[in-house]
């Protein structure tokens, strides 16, 4: 069966850091692009990052250049986004997705985990 399973979100305060992981099952990661998206409530899903099959290509959305850092064990099956000095505005349920194509474009993307939440308050 194949899965993605993201963990690490929590509720935080701003300025603080967060560690997400996305762990694959049922497939060998290395073989696809990983991306992560976010979806805050009462807006789209967004793309902010994605990493190629060997870490030879990174994407970052420009909204979260700088703080955000994507990376991936291939020998671990899991991917990992690293957040730094998170925002209010970053709140929102960040999934992670496999796809055979370098895009950052959602409907490339074949398989999704089912979300890790992330919440950023005083």
């Known amino acids: 069966q194949v899965q993605l399973v993201e963990s690490g979100g929590g509720l935080v305060q701003p300025g603080d850091s967060l560690r997400l992981s996305c762990a694959a099952s049922?497939?060998?990661?290395?073989?696809?692009?990983i991306g992560w998206f976010r979806q805050a409530p009462g807006k789209e899903r967004e793309g902010v990052s994605y990493i190629t099959s060997r870490g030879g290509t990174i994407y970052y959305a420009d909204s979260v250049k700088g703080r955000f850092t994507i990376s991936r064990d291939n020998a671990k099956n899991t991917a990992y986004l690293q957040i730094d000095s998170l925002k209010p505005e970053d709140t929102a349920v960040y999934y992670c997705?496999?796809?055979?194509?370098?895009?950052?474009?959602?409907?490339?993307?074949?398989?999704w985990g089912q979300g890790t939440q992330v919440s950023v308050s005083s």
């Open positions: 049922g497939f060998t990661l290395e073989n696809y692009v």
């Open positions: 997705a496999a796809s055979l194509r370098a895009t950052i474009s959602k409907p490339a993307y074949r398989y």
